[in-house]
């Protein structure tokens, strides 16, 4: 991994999690979605201590892990930059910009560049359908794109977050 | 909330405060703000105005403000609207003239006539 | 307490707030303050007003100016022009096309065509109230229906109300929701819950999100009454992880709710209680599918479960327990309170009261928008959704999403409901429309709905597992040019065979796009696989990009390929190397003397 997210003070968050949700019905979802939260992934090391916690079996854990798509065995990248593939962004021409993101990054969809700057997914629909197409790059929205946008979009985020905030 | 007559009173007392959202309204009272009305103290009438609808527990009272009217001599202006009636435009309004309106024509449907713009024409 | 003089309404919808409306909130409450404005001109952050396609809007009452397309510097010229002097900001207002010449600004919010022309119940609230204040909810009637109900009527007689309102659930199922409600309330307790489905996973429709955002009080009011319809006292909501505004006002109105006493024990000082609890879903779509959302509440992979048993006999953790989608829900605090004969008395025979739609796609006034059932989607498409931008044509609207069809030009004056929907050969879903013009294939699109299923399938089931991935193998083929005239016979049968055979709907549904465009469109995929065209210029590989001589040798093109493939010299003719190109299309989006063309 790119990044070094298995840490004391993580661990430590997660425990708190398990705690809190222990007791109720079905605690299993409520923990995971934590976890990802604290973590960015949930690799195998915070599934073993989840299932050794809970009394769940490892593989049945890792099941429910690898069947969400926001469940992830690996963290993201400083830049995680999401093309929306709803109908309403594909009907105005989402998918060419996906490729063309993909082309410039070398980074297909669903991966992390070698050096965890930049994670390239296709979304599912955000809701922002009326800014149709839309990507986001981390929290910020650029809507009602055309293909010449994307070139300076992607020049914003060239430095790694740790080079610009030096 | 223990009761419905607290969820009640709850109702009433919140939608007074924000129902300018949503009504229409009986009377519509237009107070023309900008730079003229402001200075002849256009502002003070129009809170004056909605103090007092509210001191008489008025509902169905629609208060907006409106920009320059042009005749900046008679400002402060209060136009009065009620859907089928001619509109009624009161002129040189002070704070006590506007509770005097407020009672008389939207409480007990009576023009104030003498502060009328119709009155004062020389 | 003196009233506030006026009132600023800003969207806070995700739409309008991933175009900064938070900050445009932040800005009106700063500079308010600043000009001592603070304890007349109240900044209210609502939720969404449906016109998406010209957000940011903020209006101010009670005026009702309708300010859209709203950026931060215009706050300054709103405050300063609008709220101190009076002076409506005109060339800031939304400008109403569907309106007489004369009546284009939109000067009155309530006279905004848009809005005249629909029938907001679903969505009464959205728009108007403060969604983090519940003092607002009930400003408005909020929870009124709940005292009614559990002060005045038997359960039975909340059974009743529900079933002669004709409600059907908003879904996609279209299951009268009274005899829904009936089956959990006759099966055996003591423990039942009531499940919200607010996964909303279809692309295109965000109607649950923008009631979530608009007005989280409904549902947990709605919710309430179901429990005391069937004996429940507690509900979950499963709500999709990637609404994160839902999540966090649904989070504050429960929270809010539970401290007036709208919530827990002994609501209105009865013998009732009720409770709620969120859960989260983590971006699968056949989570929707009911007994997959169980499946995932009880900490499983979200597979479906064959039914029989139903969730109203065998639901959440083995209980009884009715599930219904936050629309269904939305409706019921006003059947209670107006009676069910005026809910009955909108809409056709079979399908009652109103719908939620979101527009979008190549329409102008995409958004969100609520009417009658019965009302002809001619006046939705052309009338309320202002018809097709850029003077493009008609071709096609997609109703129902990933399990829906499309409906053609030649269908148009049908009245929506649900039986005529699927007499089309689509269905009504949840409520996503999607329009498209000349422009888009249909082939394509109905690739791209396959590519979804194929993706979001969870596996369980032989027919959707591998069915729907050789139907897609096969769309692949023919967008690629390498289709033949037995591969449409071959989607035909492995289509009949999957709707046949799957385990559930997204399975049974999978293919229905398929087939509604083979039905309408058949002409179009025999382009692709006789003529190796694609008539609308979308399939990539059946298609080349050209610089013609209109070239000028700005080079603007060259600078932007993304793969270099571009050769010319300044004030040259530029040359596009056609096996290098990708067919990204960013040089034709550059070119501005629209020298680049495909062919």
Known sequence: ?166 | MKSLAELEKVQQEVYRRINLRTLKGSYTVSVAMDDCGMAAGARQVLLTILDEIDQQGLENIRVVQTGCLGDCKLEPVVEIFQEGHPKTTYIQMTEEKARQIVKSHLVQHQVVEASTIGSNKK | MSLFRSHVLICGGTGCTSSSSDKIEERFKELVAEQGLDQEVMVVRTGCFGLCEEGPICIVHPEGSFYSRVKIEDVDTIVSEHLMKGRVVTSLLYRDKLAPPEHQLATSFSEVTFYKMQHRVALKNCGVINPEVIEEYIAYDGYKALGKVLTEMQPADVLDAVKKSGLRGRGGGGFPTGIKWEFAAKTEGPIKYIGCNADEGDPGAFMDRSILEGDPHCLIEAMAIAGYATGAEKGYVYIRAEYPIAVKRLKIAIEQAKEHGLLGRNIFGTDFSFDMEIRLGAGAFVCGEETALIASIEGERGMPRPKPPFPAHKGIFGKPTVINNVETFANVPQIILKGPEWYASMGTEKSKGTKVFALGGKINNSGLIEIEMGTKLRHVIEDIGGGIPKGKKFKAVQTGGPSGGCITADHLDIPIDYDNLISLGSMMGSGGMIVMDEDNCMVDIARFFLDFTVDESCGKCVPCREGTRRMLEILDRITEGKGEMEDIDKLERLAKNIKSSSLCGLGQTAPNPVLSTLRYFRTEYEAHIVGKTCPAGVCQALLTYVITDACKGCTLCKKVCPVGCITGEVKGLHHIDPDACIKCGACMSKCPFNAIIKK
């Not at chain 1, 809190?20 to 079905?26: L, M």
């Not at chain 1, 604290?38 to 690898?66: M, R």
């Not at chain 1, 979304?123 to 794109?145: D, E, H, K, M, S």
């Open chain 1, 1 to 166: 991994m790119a990044k070094n997210i298995l840490t004391e003070e993580n661990f430590q968050k997660l425990h708190t999690v398990i705690e809190h949700y222990r007791h109720i019905q079905g605690p299993l979802m409520p923990i995971l979605n934590e976890a990802q939260v604290i973590f960015g992934a949930i690799p195998y090391e915070v599934q073993k201590v989840i299932s050794d916690e809970l009394n769940i079996p490892l593989a049945e854990i890792y099941g429910v892990v690898t069947f969400y798509s926001q469940f992830t065995l690996e963290p993201k990248g400083d830049y995680l930059i999401a093309v929306c593939l709803g109908t309403a962004c594909y009907v105005k021409g989402a998918q060419k910009l996906l490729d063309q993101i993909v082309t410039r990054l070398g980074v297909k969809v669903g991966e992390t560049s070698p050096d965890g700057r930049y994670s390239v997914e296709a979304t599912r629909c955000i809701g922002a359908c009326g800014l149709a197409p839309v990507l986001t790059v981390n929290n910020a929205v650029y809507g009602r794109l055309v293909e010449g946008d994307i070139q300076g979009i992607l020049e914003k985020y060239s430095k790694t977050s740790e080079e610009v905030s030096a």
